[in-house]
Structures are given as C-alpha cells and as structure tokens.
C-alpha cells in the first residue's frame, strides 16, 4: 500500500509497461475523481506518451502524483527518457508530423487530452514531458 | 509474452471481442490473424467488439482503421461495434475520426448492418 501522496514510479522499458502505465495513470484518475471522459482522456494520453518513451526514447520512466492547487485537485505525470531528444520541438508538435511509422498524432494529440502540457527535450539530452489534468 | 486475441466464425462473419488491455504486439498479431483468417474462411464480414475496451489510443485506432482496409481489399466488410462514448469524445480529441471505419453501436446492430450491405451486393435492384 502507498500514501496518497507518494508517486507511482514505472519504469518502461517493454511493451507490456505501457499496459502497466495505462492502469497506473487510471488508477490516480480514480483516486482523484476524474470524470470517466477525463479520466479517459488522460489515460489515453498517457498510453501515447508511454509509447513515446519507449519507441523514440529507448525507454525511460513514468512518475505519476496527485496534485493540489488551492480548490483544484488534479492528476500529474511525467515521462523521462534519455533518447536522442528532438531537435524541433514545434515541428514534433504539429499534427500528422512523424519521425516513424505512427500517426504523428502522439504528442500533438495528447497535448490536445490534458489541461496542463510541458516538454523539455534537446538533442543528446533526452525527453521530459509532464502533463496535468485537473478534475472539474 | 503477449497474447493472442480469439478469432470467433459465425456463418461467413468473423468476430473478435477485444476483452483485455492489449499491448501494441498483441494489436499488431491481432490484425495479422484476421487478415489471414478472412481468406481462409471467405469471410464477408469482420465484427470487432470493443464494448469492454476502456481506451483507443493512436496506435489500435490505426489498427482498426488498418483492419477494414485490409478487410476491404480481401472482399470483407468490417464493423467496429459498441464504442463507449468517453473512448469516441476522446479519439475526435486526439484527432482521430476514422473516417474508412465502419461503426454500430451494438453486436446485433453490426450484424445487421453487414446483412443488409451483403444484400445490397448480391441483389443490384435491392
């Protein structure tokens, strides 16, 4: 058992961490009372930003906590690789944009699910993207 | 390792139920086998249920979206059927509307509408 407060730690480094990953972020969504559209949406966020990690990073990790921010309550979650990073952050963002075989609808789609979308990232010094929701 | 989704036979429709939380393997094996089993069988319809499925991200969206092109190539029609209304918000959102994807919101809905194309096909005054 954790404290509510302790963050879940994952690391992903195979494909059955994303599955891992999906049930963990579903598992705060509950905790902090998402609606099931919300909690949807940051769930499949998630799963995209996983995939991510594993697919361009090389594997990395996934935090997740729940936050608090005066009356809000929300769910948080990072994602750290240490992969090659992105050289155009704002080419990587747009949508249909794709360095692989996928959609290119990753990053630009999960930012478009969650309320709060940050990306640290630079050529040789990896991926950190951490994505808020707060519940309504 | 991951595992593989069952492929059911009802007349000449194939119907899968995607019951657990895939991983992206078992997606990709699960298109493999259908395109596979629809020659086999001389399938004319794929049903795919994903009444129990909590979440479509990019990546099963596109194999659904792969699955009725295939489908479609192999003379089969494919039906996704029993969408949740939080997974179709949130696909519109994410940017995926799978336009080529056939839906209906219920199995028995699905079966007919793959009764009636399949009419439509053999009798051209229908």
Redesign the interface.
Known sequence: MRAEADPVVLDITA??D??RA??LV?TLAQECRLS??E???L??AA??LA?NTLVHGGGGTMQGHLVDDRARRGVRVVFADSGPGIADLELALT?GWTSGS??G??L???R??VDEFEIDSAPGRGTTVTVTKWAR | M?ERVPILQIGDVLLVSIQT?????AVVHLQDDLAARVVATEARGVVIDITAV??????V??MLATIASISRMLDAETVVVGM????A??LV????SLGGVRTALSLEKGLQALERSRGARTDPTA
Do not use: C
């Open positions: 494909n059955d994303v599955v999906r049930q579903r099931l559209v909690q949807t949406k769930v499949t799963s995209e995939r949508d996928g959609l609808l990753g630009s789609g999960s478009r699910l | 991951s939380d895939l991983d992206d393997q909590e979440i479509v991200d990019s990546f969206g596109r949740r209304p939080a997974v918000i949130t959102e994410l940017g995926l």
